[in-house]
């Protein structure tokens, strides 16, 4: 009888679900509506209820499912405790045990989701071929996961591979969601693109095609890069910048074998490796060879993989 692995990425306004044959990339997917706040103890249920479901769609029988992981969108430390995960209203407590005991008591794992995406690239994607990987994803925010020896290193606390919190420009006026100013997230998120390209729009008269948009998002900047639009260049120049600053630290902390680029601002692909590559040869002088970098390859889908990566495990 074949077993089964669940690979949930809960998020702000869908739950992804995967459902994995142990051992093989190729899997059933599916998404569900995220209860939150209020309605948070439901959650659980709605997720257990939905892979039951689809194991009956499926004619598997109950037991086939072994064990399930979860990526959850906050600071999950290494043994699961989450202090708090501000999108949903959940906080101080094992959402392992809360699914756990919603899927009849099977073994349940939970990470960050980040974190977890990192786990998904480094064992399904664009990592596989490496024991030491870092990826980080340049989305709404900068989410970043360090795996050593195929393992998530989440820390004490669950602020491990918080990248997206490195101060890179101390002199920054405006603050960060965090609190903080001039960190990584402010530049090199998709936001942060936008914000660099409204910026060098304002300040300058360069001739730019987003200059015919009333807004535009950071797939436009990308788009315009890719047909040589000097003013996007720019703008990935200096993302590309802080970037390399970043990673240039966590390279000199961990010294991966692979540095993965995900996220909505890796949609500018070669114009953005080729950028950063350029930065760490001006920040790295320590080593003579350091780590490749890489564009992720699982998308939206690395949540559920890292997921499933995780409830294997536990096996
Ligand atoms: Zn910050």
Known sequence: MKEYLAGIDVGGTTVKIGLFPRGEKASVKWEITTRKFAEIGLLWRDIADSINDKLKELGLEKGTLKAAGVGIPGPVREDGFLTKCVNLGLSNCYPAELLSEALGGIP????????VAALGEASFGAAKDV????MITL????GAGVIINGKIVAGNRGLGGEIGHFTVNPDETVKCNCGSRGCLEQYASATGMVRIAKK??????????????EDFEAKDV??????GDELALQTLEVLGKYLGIALSHAILLVDPDVIVIGGGVSKAGKIL????EKYLNEYIHVAESRAELRLAELGNDGGIYGAAALAEELL
């Open 108 to 115: 349940v794992a939970v990470g960050n989701d980040a974190n």
């Open 131 to 134: 024991k030491n990987s870092l």
């Open 139 to 142: 989305g709404t925010g900068v």
């Open 200 to 213: 060098l729009l304002a300040e300058t008269d360069m001739i730019s095609g987003l200059r015919r948009f």
């Open 222 to 227: 990308c788009d315009e890069a890719k047909k």
């Open 273 to 276: 490796t080729d950028t950063v």
